[in-house]
């Protein structure tokens, strides 16, 4: 993995003090592609950057064959509102950062194997939604909405969050329970 281009030119162009963090969110990504998705994905550009606060992360393409991930570094070192700094919640904010991957992975998946970004939903809906319910069942996580579900499903939370919304109280310790977690 560490050869492979895209993890190079990823890694060499982060600042020094995020390398370990980026390399341990590549290994997460591997995990994630060979567990969730039948490594069907090709490996992305994920960076770390300084994205505004309301914005946890985001997938977009490169071109035909790319994939780009961003996390917002400032959740990774501890310089956003929602978490608390300091070295002791560094594991905790790491773990934030891997559910952020998850669900850009989510995204990645449905721009490239479906080819469907549900553009209407904020890319939030009944596929992203049922993709994301499937992986969260093997998480034990509670199921989730998209933003347009009704009726029974009105008391789930909405997928946007997923699946940090859908963790169980203290799972990131550095990121209070109470934070608004975005929109991602
Ligand atoms: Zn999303």
């Known amino acids: ?46 960076e770390l950057a300084d994205l505004p606060f309301r914005l946890y992360g985001d997938y977009d393409r490169i071109g ?20 608390i700094p300091g070295r002791r919640h560094a594991a905790g904010r790491l773990r934030l950062a891997e559910d952020i991957l998850l669900h850009e992975t989510v995204h990645a998946w449905q721009d ?36 347009r579900d009704r009726g029974r499903y009105a ?3 909405i997928c946007s969050g997923w699946p940090m919304v859908a963790r169980p109280p203290g799972f990131y310790a550095a990121a209070p ?3 608004r977690f975005r929109s991602v």
């Open 64 to 83: 035909d064959h790319s994939s780009h991930i961003r996390i917002n570094r400032r959740l990774v070192v501890g310089t956003h509102p929602d978490v």
């Open 1 to 46: 993995m560490i050869n492979d281009p895209i993890v190079v030119e990823a890694l060499t162009s982060t600042p020094e003090e995020c390398r370990a963090d980026l390399q341990h969110l590549y290994v997460t990504w591997l995990t994630i592609n060979d567990l969730f998705f039948g490594d069907a994905l090709t490996i992305p550009t994920i």
């Open 155 to 157: 008391s789930r939370p």
């Open 112 to 147: 490239r194997i479906i080819g469907v970004r549900e553009p209407s939903w904020h890319g939030h809906g009944p596929i992203f939604r049922d993709r994301s319910n499937a992986i969260g069942e093997v998480l034990g996580l509670a199921p989730v909405r998209s933003n």
């Open 177 to 179: 329970q109470t934070a």
